[in-house]
């Protein structure tokens, strides 16, 4: 019996043993992977910030204030989330055990992703898309940059960012860097010019890694949100992802676009842990299936090392794009996000002011990508490299679909695909429900796509990826099947037969209700050939080698490649074997100032670019800047005739003259501080603008740009001056003070040159001051400040100003190092009123307010006196 008992004693603890550990685990799993790893968060009796997933917002705070937890609402969002104050310890004795926490997770820090500092929008065919759509400069539109406040004094966004409480009090050149990308107004120079020149600007702090309100971005206009930054390798579907793909169904229009991350030779963490250079998204909120993740490319178009690659921690394909950003990808977001924008305002102006759902321009920008790497999708590049072009001519040709489904209903579309297609390609997305944080799969609704060949019943299904844990599985080229993980499925089918094809979408698991969704589509024709860099908008710099660009449909490998700077009339060889699929080329220009093309001859057909032009930048300077006027100049270019002077207004730069002058006096600018020039080419085009200059800033006064006196050789003053022009100046006299007058010690006149020299042998004991007057033809005179050598000829000791300010210091400059030396300073009864210890060679010794008037200065060395003297003080 007393061992029966015992057995009973022990089963029954381990049944309660069994039960506390499970209770245990399941509270665990309410934990983010950061706070499971990082437990000591909630040991800590301080107020810290908490992300709690609720299944009902309403009955947690009406829980806590009924049983006042100490726990403190800060922001409430979609999904169920609250953000909380409250002790770690609070959290880990209380909130944790409820039933309706679903989710806990903490806030993590953000880092800026590293930024690039080339300037290339040719590899993504931004510049095509500006010059075949001029119009298109995301006019109306608001674009947010959420992290730090980017510069906003800096003139690439005069006029167009709008100042929200929303901003960090942190000002960042990163910040500055992602909003030109975006955005930025080419005013400084061209590589200051954005994707989108108009379109406004506002910054929101990433202190909070969580959207902004639902009302902020409607009350702001907010159609993009930028995110250039990371926290770290995270594989997990946590709240902030959550909350970024809740964002997006309430707000439809409304398009989130992050960088991949630059962490793409680390080691992965969670469910890919000890993947090399694999699965290493640098934050949970990249996670969101409904956002845009970018990875970086270098000018080739090839993933970037250290560009953070897939896949998502459930094994989606993640990043779904990549785009410029050679040394990182924040810039790929960022030519990204401007593209996002351009596809808006297209749709917007076609559709009388509505903005197009978010789904679509994934859609569109992901189906017309250029496939790069692994034929096919991969985790390294996703779906390619952005196309902007491509994706516009899409939505402008109406190559989309629309459409609904429910559960277990079909939905289909008819393409027709005329002879000599090389590729068909189509790509279904959807905006798909948020998950709840830590859900071991996000896909809440699973809608498959099939295309079928009407003419015999062939089905294609989408290219899938292997999302296995294994290095060698997650490189494997995708195959054709069933997709279970994706809110984007894509199919692509080479060589198609000539005919009619059905694109049948089905609803395959929804859970509840119904799910809009989009297909865009586009046929490759073969035998197509097209410029992409330079265009009519670029610029080639004279001399410098250029990476143009171009792409073909060719089965033929190689073409002739040649150039123009005669309209055509001859024409030089570049290179005789261009190859085709490689899709750029380098060319030295020449180091000329004109028009060019560019032609390629493949199979006997040639191809022509557009006339674009060669030249280099025009150096503008200052010659004077006086209050009523200011005086630009620039050197005379080979070939030029006629120069285009532009002058910063309210927003952008605006011509201000045109003429064959190479100089310009800009009078009562008033607040027109900035300028540039850029050269006229042939009459009718414009070469490359100079950086642009505040003439207030450049180091020229009023005629004068420099003036130094130095002594030389021991005993001899050396003058040198500098002007900014010769033009109007008469006259230029180096003059010293001798007795409080200032007297002439030579005068220059003509003034052919605008550098000046004089030395002066007759240097006297103590101060020797000087200044350049500056003699004007019509008879004005302008003077410099005083420059002052200090010679020691038979004192050791110099004494100045004389007189002096009571409410100044008397400065004391010593020949030799001192030791033990102290200045008396007594009034004329005799009386001592300051000492100080001299300890440099150099001091300035305050007044303390002396009354005015003369007092006699002692200076003594270890006891012996060795400068008397006299100072006034006013």
């Not at 930028?226 to 309430?250: F, K, M, P, R």
């Not at 779906?383 to 679909?401: D, I, T």
């Not at 005379?636 to 003429?659: A, D, H, R």
Request: net charge neutral; hydrophobic share 40%; aromatic share 10%.
């Amino acid at each position: 019996m007393k061992q029966t008992g015992l057995l009973l004693l022990v089963l029954l603890f381990t049944v309660q043993l069994v039960q506390a550990q499970h209770m245990i685990s399941a509270a665990n799993r309410k934990l983010s992977p950061v706070l499971q790893n990082n437990r000591k968060l909630l040991t800590l009796k301080k107020e810290q910030v908490f992300w709690l997933v609720t299944s009902n917002i309403d009955s947690a705070r009406k829980y806590f204030a009924d049983k006042k937890l100490p726990v403190t609402i800060i922001r409430e969002h979609a999904g169920g989330l609250l953000v909380v104050s409250a002790k770690g310890t609070v959290i880990d004795s209380t909130v944790l055990s409820l039933p309706f926490i679903r989710f806990i997770d903490v806030p993590r820090t953000p880092h800026e992703e590293l930024s690039l500092n080339l300037f290339d929008n040719s590899l993504n065919t931004i510049n095509v898309v500006h010059s075949r759509y001029p119009n298109l400069n995301g006019n109306g539109l608001v674009v947010s940059v959420k992290e730090n406040k980017p510069d906003t004094t800096d003139i690439d966004f005069r006029g167009r960012y709008i100042s929200t409480p929303l901003s960090s009090n942190l000002i960042s050149s990163h910040a500055s860097y992602m909003c030109t990308v975006i955005a930025g107004g080419e005013n400084s120079f061209y590589t200051g010019g954005g994707v989108v020149k108009q379109a406004s600007i506002v910054s929101s702090n990433f202190e909070s890694l969580l959207p902004d309100g639902d009302n902020i971005y409607k009350q702001y206009g907010v159609s993009v949100q930028n995110h250039s930054y990371g926290t770290g390798l995270e594989n997990y579907y946590g709240a902030d992802a959550a909350a970024y793909d809740a964002s997006i169904v309430a707000n439809p229009s409304l398009l989130h676009v992050f960088s991949s991350g630059n962490s793409g030779n680390l080691t992965s963490t969670g469910p890919y842990a000890g993947i090399v250079n694999m699965a290493n998204l640098t934050g949970s909120f990249k996670m969101a299936k409904n956002v845009l993740t970018v990875g970086a490319a270098d000018s080739f178009g090839n993933v970037s090392y250290l560009s953070s690659r897939g896949p998502a921690y459930d094994g989606r394909i993640k990043p779904e794009l990549v785009a410029f950003g050679e040394d990182g990808s924040s810039g790929a977001a960022a030519h990204t996000s401007g593209a996002v924008l351009l596809l808006q305002q297209y749709y917007k102006e076609k559709n009388s002011g509505t903005l197009p759902p978010a789904s679509l321009i994934k859609a569109l920008l992901v189906n017309n990508a250029d496939d790069r790497g692994t034929k096919g999708p991969d985790f390294l590049s996703g779906y390619g490299s952005l196309n902007a072009y491509n994706a516009l001519r899409g939505l402008e040709n109406n190559q989309y679909f629309s459409g609904t489904v429910s559960q277990g209903i079909s939905q289909t579309f008819t393409v027709t695909v005329p002879a000599n297609t090389r590729q068909l390609k189509l790509t279904l997305c959807y905006t798909d429900p948020a998950a709840a944080a830590n859900a071991p799969r996000a896909l809440i609704n699973d809608l498959d796509v099939e295309l079928v060949n009407n003419s015999n019943g062939q089905v294609w299904l989408p290219w899938v990826l292997s999302s296995a844990p294994v290095l060698d599985s997650l490189l494997k080229p995708a195959v054709r099947k069933k997709d279970t993980l994706n809110n984007i499925e894509q199919i692509t089918l080479d060589n198609p037969t000539a005919g009619t094809y059905t694109i049948r979408v089905k609803g395959y698991a929804i859970p509840t209700g119904s799910q809009p969704f989009f297909v865009a589509w586009q046929e490759q024709a073969a035998d197509q050939f097209q410029w992409q860099y330079p265009v009519s908008v670029d610029y080639i710099k004279g001399g410098e080698a250029s990476l143009i660009r171009y792409t073909s449909t060719f089965n033929t490998t190689t073409g002739v490649l040649e150039y123009s700077i005669d309209k055509g009339a001859s024409w030089q060889t570049v290179k005789n074997d261009a190859v085709l699929a490689a899709g750029s080329q380098y060319w030295q220009a020449p180091e000329i100032f004109g028009t060019a093309l560019l032609r390629m001859t493949i199979n006997g057909q040639t191809f022509v670019s557009d006339t674009f032009t060669i030249s280099t930048p025009v150096n503008v300077q200052v010659g004077f800047n006086c209050a009523d006027s200011a005086l630009l100049f620039w050197s005379k270019q080979p070939g030029i005739n006629s120069y285009t002077v532009y002058q910063l207004g309210e927003k952008y730069l605006q011509p201000l003259v045109t003429s064959a002058d190479t100089s310009i006096i800009v009078r009562a600018p008033g607040e027109k501080l900035w300028y540039t020039v850029a050269p006229v080419i042939n009459n009718n085009y414009q070469g490359i603008k100079g950086y642009t200059i505040n003439f207030r800033t450049q180091g020229v006064d009023c005629y004068l740009k420099s003036f130094f006196a130095d002594l030389q050789n021991g005993n001899m003053g050396w003058l040198t001056a500098s002007i900014g022009t010769v033009l109007n100046v008469k006259s230029i006299t180096f003059e010293k003070l001798v007795n409080r007058q200032w007297q002439p010690l030579q005068t220059f006149q003509p003034v052919t040159k605008p550098d000046f020299e004089l030395g002066d042998n007759n240097l006297t004991d103590g101060v020797n001051s000087y200044r350049v007057k500056i003699g004007l033809a019509n008879g004005l005179f302008i003077t410099s400040d005083p420059q002052s050598i200090y010679y020691f000829l038979t004192t050791r000791y110099i004494i100045f100003p004389n007189p002096v300010p009571a409410t100044s210091t008397l400065s004391v400059l010593m020949k030799d190092e001192p030791q033990n030396t102290y200045l008396q300073i007594f009034n004329t009864l005799g009386q001592k009123v300051l000492q100080q210890k001299l300890t440099q060679t150099a001091e300035s010794i305050s007044l303390n307010k002396l009354q005015g008037g003369i007092y006699f200065v002692i200076i003594k060395k270890n006891g012996k006196k060795e400068f008397t003297g006299k100072v006034m003080v006013k």
